[in-house]
């Protein structure tokens, strides 16, 4: 058995320090003062069954993949493909307890699955007609000649005919623009896909 290259004590001196402290009831901080070394080094080996150093090499190889491995991992990411290395990771740990995220993550490079896989996009509807289809516009103009300051063209778009009713005001307060909008309904067609498209005065 090799010890550790930095072991403060050597085999036979741990099995003496567990022996005298647990028989020969020797405190710990005299125990220290005999083999010299320090307290938590002799508290360390009086707890531990064993004598020997514990092992550094991992308790699982986390770099091996198996075959079922990496079909378990393919399978489940073709089932939730919105799933990335960790959550596969720990949803497989009960199948496979060195499920790693490394490991996951190699398996879906190799397999091009690194990207979900992409959404089809749904064909484009139009917006259906409505009382909602008009469009308020305010364009801003000079006064006229010999005048101060700016006029407010305010339309009113219908546009399923594309017709507009305008009107020009000294201002664009929201009464104004709400009374614009008043009368253009009143004169554009009616906003539903049946019935006129033009208004009656119009025809």
Partial sequence: MRLHRQAALTLKQRQQVKKLHTEDKVSIRKLAQRFGVNPTTIQRWIKRESPL?????????????TANYRDAVVQY??????????????????????????????ILQEE???????????????????RHRIQMDIQQLPAVEGGKGFEYKISAIHLRTRLKYSE???DRKSSTVAGVLKRALDLLPPFSSSGQTMPSSLQ
Wanted: aromatic residues 4%; glycine residues 6%; hydrophobic residues 25%.
């Fill in 77 to 106: 990411r073709r089932e939730n493909p919105t799933h990335g290395p960790i959550r596969i990771a720990q949803e497989l740990k009960t199948t496979f307890p060195w499920a790693h995220r490394g490991t996951v993550l190699k």
């Fill in 53 to 65: 150093d514990k092992s550094t090499t991992p308790l699982t190889n986390r770099s091996v993949i």
């Fill in 112 to 130: 091009s699955l690194t990207r979900p896989s992409k959404k089809e996009r749904k064909p484009r509807e139009g917006i259906p007609v409505g």
């Fill in 168 to 170: 020009i005001h000294s």
